[in-house]
């Protein structure tokens, strides 16, 4: 630890508990968590490039959400691993400055692609004559590019509003990566400015996406109540179906952690929050979308199919 004059130069995360018989417990626990999150994200990336029927808008979107789930998972956990079988899980004031600009800039990027799949499912349920025209390769790459511009933008934001703290002599960050709220609490001068670009930054980025998918949604439930048939309601609602489920665990412990005061919530609690979001939902994501889908369930026999007789 630094002098209490001088600006700290590493930090120590916690683990999440102190007893050794629960810490082995959930390294495990978390180790097959992170194992089933790389081998599905992975997985449903190498299918969606090796089959050729799933390049379409909705895939597409689905390979970068995988590919950010994977990412963002590897930004936090492997460093929470290390926690569990070392004394000290010291990590440098630079190396948690960028941990923070990765974890920001996956996350919030993450949000703003689910919301512009939820776009993507609001033209293919309500203008299906037209969905191929509106959602061409062009119009895909350039909400894509938003996507990680606003990912970028949010990153910096919250990144830069951090590093301009001081930090001096308390480097013991109550939590096991290195989070925007733990490390605001450590600092020596004011952070009411800091705070407000929290708000704000996650306000947009939490905010806007939800405000679209709400709109999306509203328009497509809309649409599927002027279908007659059974079979077409039925086959609409299984189109959203995965989507509903991943936007409400994705935003629900998101919203938890960030959208709350630390009176209503304390931190620790949000830690609890924080595993969930960061081990859990990218784990399900695969899940979901290939049980509940029956086209990539198809695209993974043909390609078992083809390894098998090759």
Excluded: W
């Excluded at 703003?112 to 033209?123: I, K, P």
């Excluded at 001096?168 to 989070?179: E, I, Q, R, S």
């Excluded at 952690?257 to 830690?271: A, E, F, H, M, W």
């Amino acid at each position: 630890m630094a002098a209490t004059n001088f600006s700290v130069t590493e930090f120590i995360l916690l683990v999440l508990t102190d007893q050794l018989g629960l810490q082995i417990l959930l390294f495990f626990l978390f180790l097959c968590f992170y194992t089933v999150a790389m081998v599905g994200n992975l997985g449903l990336v190498t299918l969606i490039g090796l089959n050729s029927h799933l390049h379409t808008p909705m895939y597409f979107f689905l390979f970068n959400l995988s590919l950010i789930d994977f990412c963002y998972s590897t930004t936090i956990i492997p460093k929470m691993l290390k926690s569990f079988v070392s004394k000290q899980n010291i990590i440098m004031h630079a190396g948690c400055m960028t941990q923070l600009f990765f974890f920001c800039f996956f996350v919030i990027s993450e949000s703003f692609l689910l919301s512009a799949m939820a776009c993507d499912r609001y033209v293919a349920i309500c203008k299906p004559l037209v969905y191929m025209v509106t959602m061409s390769p062009q119009v895909c790459l350039l909400l894509l590019l938003g996507v990680y511009v606003m990912g970028f933008s949010g990153a910096m934001a919250h990144t830069g509003s951090i590093a301009s703290l001081t930090f001096c002599g308390k480097n013991l960050v109550n939590h096991f990566m290195c989070d925007i709220l733990p490390l605001l609490e450590l600092s020596c001068n004011s952070t009411y400015v800091n705070e407000l670009v929290v708000f704000i930054v996650v306000s947009i980025g939490i905010g806007m996406p939800i405000v679209t998918i709400f709109i999306s949604y509203a328009l497509i439930l809309s649409s599927i109540l002027h279908i007659h048939s059974t079979e077409g309601r039925s086959k609409a609602f299984s189109t959203c179906g995965s989507h509903i489920i991943v936007v409400s665990l994705f935003y629900g412990s998101a919203a938890f952690v960030y959208l709350k005061p630390p009176s209503i919530l304390p931190l620790d609690q949000g830690k609890v929050s924080s595993l969930f979001y960061t081990i859990v939902v990218p784990m399900l994501n695969p899940l979901i979308y290939s049980l509940r889908n029956k086209n990539v369930k198809v695209a993974l026999r043909k390609t078992l199919a083809r390894k098998i007789f090759s």
